[in-house]
């Protein structure tokens, strides 16, 4: 890789500098400003590797190689692609300043190496674009001029080197606006290095031509000298570089050098044509020129086969001058009424798509990136196609449908074929219905996918209803807890988030109720077709028996009217066909909107999607539209014409015996295959539909699930700490009442403890009238709530009652969550749940059971999902499994004096 200019054989151009710059931290700011899934993992590491591709491609020495190449293609590439998702620009996109240096400007003592700084995606991507054509032009140089493969190369890199330059050209300045650029991204010098190029290539192609014939010869070296001349123009008229003088006189002397070769080789063609005079001229003319090039100090940048040419040109001046004088006599033109030499344009700069990737194997770090409004535009967009494809499909098939019922009303073309067959015979038409219906199943395969679709239909309604069901249950959960808690719930309302999910349940309950509407419109349509589909599904002898024969046409051969409506009957059969290209066409044309509103984004800040959607479904779609209109409007007068030429064939077959019962019968058949055909198709795609239709149903569900399970554990971080919120206010509730003699003990010092034998204190406690033991009077502790081990905390005080009955989990098999927080204490039981009788816990005697089933209150109640007491029957929620391995529910303290009693609803 070369930072400057290289004068050989050809000319290699500088690449470009760069300063480093951090594109990690402002595309992670622009992410999480705009909610571009910030956080996704995935997307971090995206952006981490594209911010290593910069430095790979900006900072490292890049040899002049293939491989190199690939390395600036790939930082491009992804640049070009992600400057479309990710604006890099002020105010609304990615603010990252981006510096780059001039290549051709010598730095200066004072100021420095030129550069020029803005932050725009589209300016990074022109410099990197422009050191892409530079580094094609060192490896064009470098390749073998020896060989003919190698000037392949070389002609192919400098071709497409002068197409970016042409490119960066044409759009350095819109993106620059008023800045003042470095002297290699002048548009003058971009023109001049592009010339150049084509120049160098029209150079390898006319190298590579050193076996052809002189002609062709002649040719391709006129054309080289005209690019050169082009080239030496382009850099004198341009910006003054001091780095280009070089270059410039290189053009100049390759411009000469090319003439006196054209001259020469049209020289040699002559010479073999026999115009031995006009060859000495033109010898003669290029002697001036070549003893310039001789003489001059910078004959070098022409080449090393400056020297041999000059011999030889010579040697054939003297040789071709002396068979002139004393052999062919020619008279010798004076040079300046010579004609020039037209050249052979071989090299072209090759344009630059800018829609194309560079790389071979492009692969897009960001696929998934879209702006938000981006993303919802599009949906808008697709539903707005569909709707448009879906009328136009439409039109197509009620048009088909008219045209197959009139058809089959009229026995066509089956009552044709009876004309050319005797009165035995099966008209071919009906043959090859039958052999259709039986290919593709015939009555049983309508059967199995009549009775597949219930289940689909049930399948999805089910999943719908589970769906909604789950919402509906955290919804009631929610509304309950906020009455309880009032204003300490300060939860958005369940009502409030689950809105976006109903209605997209509402629209997937107005599907499935039009679903079944079509469903019962094909069933009845089967009803109506079932006999003769089942006639056509026989063997041929037995369908044979089932058709009535027919009279004898065939003295109708021939007849005008006969001729006519065979040739209506071929027009129904191609429009048919041509609506079925015009379907295919309308079901499978696509092209891709995410460009359009992103660039809509960028410019506007906002996307107005509905007149850019209308304007590209009106462009892309209305060629199809204007066909189906063509189709439908033409169908009027052809059936029109079918049916006064079948009341003419009609008038025609009057008093051929048995006709009516047979047209009938192929009546019929004709219909049945139309309704097969229909039925078949429209089974079909109401079996995708309701398949493609579940896995709608799955997301959905999905989402209800997720986000239910983002409630509930929201739930619990709240009621957990509301419960912290209580604890931590215990010590201003009012003391609990205790006994007299428990406030005297209180009002004098303790005594020091009695002996161990002996306990005076809690015998005299053991009269006290309170519900459940304290300790002895001598050991209690001053005010405050009893201190309860938080393994026995009671449940939280107003926590909503648990509906008997309650409907079981949606998901069984899902995994369960972790149990409701401890609640406070004094909390009334869970209504609905059979409380447990309390179990003894360390050493306190055990509570007796209150008449009518009753317990003391203040117990905690099974919570769902947790195993039961030791020696108890397990409690379970319905539908939820009980969990192995959960600690066990210790029975809290007995009821003190003053506490909260049961509601007055409290079943024990």
Same mark, same amino acid.
């Given at each position: 890789?070369?930072?400057?200019?290289?004068?050989?054989?050809?000319?290699?151009?500088?690449?470009?500098?760069?300063?480093?710059?951090?594109?990690?931290?402002?595309?992670?700011?622009?992410?999480?400003?705009?909610?571009?899934?910030?956080?996704?993992?995935?997307?971090?590491?995206?952006?981490?590797?594209?911010?290593?591709?910069?430095?790979?491609?900006?900072? !490292?020495?890049?040899?002049? %190689?293939?491989?190199?190449?690939?390395?600036?293609?790939? /930082?491009?590439?992804?640049?070009?692609?992600?400057? !479309?998702?990710?604006?890099?620009?002020?105010?609304?996109?990615?603010?990252?300043?981006?510096?780059?240096? #001039?290549?051709?400007?010598?730095?200066?003592?004072?100021?420095?190496?030129?550069?020029?700084?803005?932050?725009?995606?589209?300016?990074?991507?022109?410099?990197?674009?422009?050191?892409?054509?530079?580094?094609?032009?060192?490896?064009?140089?470098?390749?073998?001029?020896?060989?003919?493969?190698?000037?392949?190369?070389?002609?192919?890199?400098?071709?497409?080197?002068?197409?970016?330059?042409?490119?960066?050209?044409?759009?350095?300045?819109?993106?620059?606006?008023?800045?003042?650029?470095?002297?290699?991204?002048?548009?003058?010098?971009?023109?001049?290095?592009?010339?150049?190029?084509?120049?160098?290539?029209?150079?390898?192609?006319?190298?590579?031509?050193?076996?052809?014939?002189?002609?062709?010869?002649?040719? *391709?070296?006129?054309?080289?000298?005209?690019?050169?001349?082009?080239?030496?123009?382009?850099?004198?008229?341009?910006?003054?570089?001091?780095?280009?003088?070089?270059?410039?006189?290189?053009?100049?002397?390759?411009?000469?050098?090319?003439?006196?070769?054209?001259?020469? %080789?049209?020289?040699?063609?002559?010479?073999?044509?026999?115009?031995?005079?006009?060859?000495?001229?033109?010898?003669?003319?290029?002697?001036? @020129?070549?003893?310039?090039?001789?003489?001059?100090?910078?004959?070098?940048?022409?080449?090393?086969?400056?020297?041999?040419?000059?011999?030889?040109?010579?040697?054939?001046?003297?040789?071709?001058?002396?068979?002139?004088?004393?052999?062919?006599?020619?008279?010798?033109? !004076?040079? &300046?009424?010579?004609?020039?030499?037209?050249?052979?344009?071989?090299?072209?700069?090759?344009?630059?798509?800018?829609?194309?990737?560079?790389?071979?194997?492009?692969?897009?770090?960001?696929?998934?990136?879209?702006?938000?409004?981006? %993303?919802?535009?599009?949906?808008?967009?697709?539903?707005?196609? $569909?709707?448009?494809?879906?009328?136009?499909?439409?039109?197509?098939?009620?048009?088909?449908?008219?045209?197959?019922?009139?058809?089959?009303?009229?026995?066509?073309?089956?009552?044709?074929?009876?004309?050319?067959?005797?009165?035995?015979?099966?008209?071919?038409?009906?043959?090859?219905?039958?052999?259709?219906?039986?290919?593709?199943?015939?009555?049983?395969?309508? &059967?199995?996918?009549?009775?597949?679709?219930? &289940?689909?239909?049930?399948?999805?309604?089910?999943?719908?209803?589970?769906?909604?069901?789950?919402?509906?249950?955290?919804?009631?959960?929610?509304?309950?807890?906020?009455?309880?808690? #009032?204003?300490?719930?300060?939860?958005?309302?369940?009502?409030? *988030?689950?809105?976006?999910?109903?209605?997209?349940?509402?629209?997937? +309950?107005?599907?499935?109720?039009?679903?079944?509407?079509?469903?019962?419109?094909?069933?009845?349509?089967?009803?109506?077709?079932?006999?003769?589909?089942?006639?056509?599904? *026989?063997?041929?002898?037995?369908?044979?028996?089932?058709?009535?024969?027919?009279?004898?046409?065939?003295?109708?051969?021939?007849?005008?009217?006969?001729?006519?409506?065979?040739?209506?009957?071929?027009?129904?059969?191609?429009?048919?066909?041509?609506?079925?290209?015009?379907?295919?066409?309308?079901?499978?044309?696509?092209?891709?909107?995410?460009?359009?509103?992103?660039?809509?984004?960028?410019?506007?800040?906002?996307?107005?999607?509905?007149?850019?959607?209308?304007?590209?479904? &009106?462009?892309?779609?209305?060629?199809?539209?204007?066909?189906?209109?063509?189709?439908?409007?033409?169908?009027?007068?052809?059936?029109?014409?079918? +049916?006064?030429?079948?009341?003419?064939?009609?008038?025609?077959?009057?008093?051929?015996?048995?006709?009516?019962?047979?047209?009938?019968?192929?009546?019929?058949?004709?219909?049945?295959?139309?309704?097969?055909?229909?039925?078949?198709?429209? *089974?079909?795609?109401?079996? $995708?539909?309701?398949?493609?239709?579940?896995?709608?149903?799955?997301?959905?569900?999905?989402?209800?699930?997720?986000?239910?399970?983002?409630?509930?554990?929201?739930?619990?971080?709240?009621?957990?700490?509301?419960?912290?919120?209580?604890?931590?206010?215990?010590?201003?509730?009012?003391?609990?009442?205790?006994?007299?003699?428990?406030?005297?003990?209180?009002?004098?010092?303790?005594?020091?403890?009695?002996?161990?034998?002996?306990?005076?204190?809690?015998?005299?406690?053991?009269?006290?009238?309170? @519900?459940?033991?304290?300790?002895?009077?001598?050991?209690?502790?001053?005010?405050?709530?009893?201190?309860?081990?938080? %393994?026995?905390?009671?449940?939280?005080? #107003?926590?909503?009652?648990?509906?008997?009955?309650?409907?079981?989990?949606?998901?069984?098999?899902?995994?369960?969550?972790?149990?409701? @927080?401890?609640?406070?204490?004094?909390?009334?039981?869970?209504?609905? /749940?059979?409380?447990?009788?309390?179990?003894?816990? /360390?050493?306190?005697?055990?509570?007796?059971?209150?008449?009518?089933?009753?317990?003391?209150?203040?117990?905690?109640?099974?919570?769902?999902?947790?195993?039961?007491?030791?020696?108890?029957?397990?409690?379970?929620?319905?539908?939820?499994?009980?969990?192995?391995?959960?600690?066990?529910?210790?029975?809290?303290?007995?009821?003190?004096?003053?506490?909260?009693?049961?509601?007055?609803?409290? +079943?024990?």
């Amino acid at each position: 890789m070369s930072y400057e200019v290289e004068v050989g054989r050809f000319l290699n151009l500088p690449l470009k500098k760069t300063i480093d710059v951090d594109l990690v931290k402002p595309m992670e700011a622009f992410i999480k400003n705009n909610n571009l899934n910030k956080s996704d993992e995935d997307l971090m590491r995206s952006v981490r590797e594209f911010d290593a591709i910069r430095k790979n491609a900006t900072a !490292k020495a890049l040899d002049k %190689h293939d491989s190199s190449l690939k390395v600036l293609y790939q /930082y491009y590439d992804q640049l070009s692609s992600l400057n !479309k998702k990710m604006p890099f620009c002020e105010g609304v996109g990615v603010n990252v300043l981006f510096t780059w240096k #001039g290549s051709l400007d010598k730095k200066k003592l004072t100021s420095g190496t030129p550069k020029l700084s803005i932050a725009n995606g589209n300016f990074e991507l022109l410099c990197v674009l422009y050191n892409i054509a530079a580094l094609m032009t060192q490896i064009g140089s470098n390749s073998n001029l020896k060989t003919d493969d190698g000037l392949k190369v070389g002609a192919k890199y400098f071709m497409e080197s002068a197409g970016v330059f042409n490119y960066v050209k044409d759009h350095i300045s819109r993106v620059v606006g008023n800045l003042a650029v470095t002297s290699d991204l002048n548009p003058t010098t971009l023109h001049s290095f592009a010339a150049i190029m084509v120049a160098q290539a029209q150079e390898c192609f006319y190298m590579k031509a050193a076996a052809m014939k002189p002609k062709l010869q002649a040719k *391709l070296a006129a054309q080289v000298a005209t690019y050169y001349k082009d080239a030496a123009n382009a850099i004198g008229s341009g910006e003054r570089i001091s780095s280009l003088n070089q270059a410039l006189e290189q053009c100049q002397l390759k411009r000469i050098y090319y003439e006196c070769r054209a001259e020469y %080789h049209e020289a040699k063609a002559l010479v073999d044509g026999g115009s031995y005079g006009e060859a000495v001229a033109r010898l003669k003319r290029i002697e001036p @020129p070549m003893k310039i090039l001789m003489k001059s100090q910078s004959k070098n940048l022409v080449g090393t086969d400056l020297n041999a040419f000059n011999t030889l040109y010579n040697a054939e001046l003297k040789q071709i001058e002396k068979d002139n004088s004393f052999i062919y006599l020619d008279m010798v033109p !004076k040079p &300046d009424t010579l004609s020039p030499i037209s050249g052979a344009v071989v090299a072209k700069a090759k344009v630059f798509d800018e829609t194309e990737k560079l790389s071979a194997k492009f692969n897009d770090m960001f696929t998934a990136l879209v702006p938000l409004s981006v %993303h919802n535009a599009l949906e808008v967009h697709d539903g707005k196609k $569909k709707e448009l494809v879906g009328r136009q499909i439409d039109r197509l098939r009620e048009s088909n449908n008219l045209l197959n019922g009139v058809m089959s009303s009229l026995n066509l073309p089956a009552a044709l074929e009876d004309v050319n067959s005797s009165g035995g015979d099966l008209p071919a038409s009906i043959l090859e219905k039958s052999r259709t219906v039986c290919s593709k199943g015939g009555v049983e395969t309508i &059967d199995q996918l009549l009775k597949d679709l219930p &289940d689909a239909l049930e399948r999805n309604r089910q999943i719908l209803n589970e769906s909604v069901r789950v919402l509906d249950l955290e919804q009631t959960t929610d509304t309950e807890l906020r009455q309880n808690f #009032g204003d300490k719930w300060t939860r958005k309302p369940s009502s409030e *988030l689950t809105a976006p999910l109903r209605q997209e349940a509402a629209k997937y +309950q107005n599907i499935i109720e039009n679903a079944k509407k079509a469903d019962a419109i094909v069933r009845e349509k089967y009803h109506t077709n079932r006999e003769g589909i089942e006639i056509l599904g *026989l063997p041929e002898p037995e369908l044979k028996k089932k058709i009535p024969a027919a009279g004898s046409l065939a003295s109708l051969k021939g007849n005008p009217v006969i001729v006519e409506l065979k040739m209506l009957c071929e027009k129904v059969e191609t429009i048919k066909a041509e609506r079925e290209v015009i379907e295919n066409e309308l079901r499978e044309t696509k092209f891709d909107m995410t460009d359009i509103f992103v660039q809509a984004l960028t410019s506007d800040g906002a996307i107005d999607e509905n007149p850019l959607s209308v304007q590209h479904l &009106d462009r892309v779609y209305q060629p199809l539209i204007q066909q189906v209109n063509e189709s439908t409007d033409s169908q009027k007068n052809l059936l029109a014409n079918i +049916q006064r030429a079948s009341e003419q064939f009609s008038v025609l077959k009057q008093q051929t015996a048995g006709g009516n019962q047979r047209e009938e019968m192929l009546k019929k058949l004709a219909a049945a295959y139309d309704g097969f055909q229909e039925l078949s198709s429209h *089974l079909t795609e109401g079996g $995708k539909f309701y398949n493609d239709l579940t896995g709608l149903l799955l997301k959905l569900q999905t989402k209800c699930s997720d986000l239910v399970f983002a409630r509930k554990t929201e739930k619990e971080y709240l009621m957990r700490d509301l419960q912290q919120g209580i604890i931590g206010n215990a010590s201003e509730v009012a003391d609990p009442q205790v006994p007299a003699h428990i406030q005297e003990a209180r009002s004098v010092p303790p005594a020091r403890p009695p002996p161990p034998a002996s306990a005076p204190s809690a015998i005299s406690l053991s009269s006290a009238p309170v @519900p459940a033991p304290r300790a002895p009077p001598a050991t209690t502790q001053a005010v405050g709530p009893p201190q309860i081990p938080a %393994h026995q905390q009671a449940p939280y005080a #107003g926590y909503p009652a648990a509906q008997a009955g309650a409907a079981p989990a949606p998901y069984s098999n899902y995994p369960m969550q972790t149990p409701y @927080p401890p609640q406070p204490y004094g909390y009334p039981p869970q209504g609905g /749940y059979q409380p447990q009788p309390p179990q003894q816990q /360390y050493g306190y005697p055990q509570q007796q059971q209150q008449q009518g089933g009753q317990y003391y209150p203040g117990y905690p109640q099974q919570q769902p999902g947790y195993p039961g007491q030791p020696g108890q029957p397990q409690q379970q929620q319905p539908g939820y499994p009980g969990q192995p391995g959960q600690p066990q529910q210790y029975a809290a303290y007995p009821q003190q004096p003053g506490q909260q009693q049961p509601p007055p609803n409290y +079943q024990g």
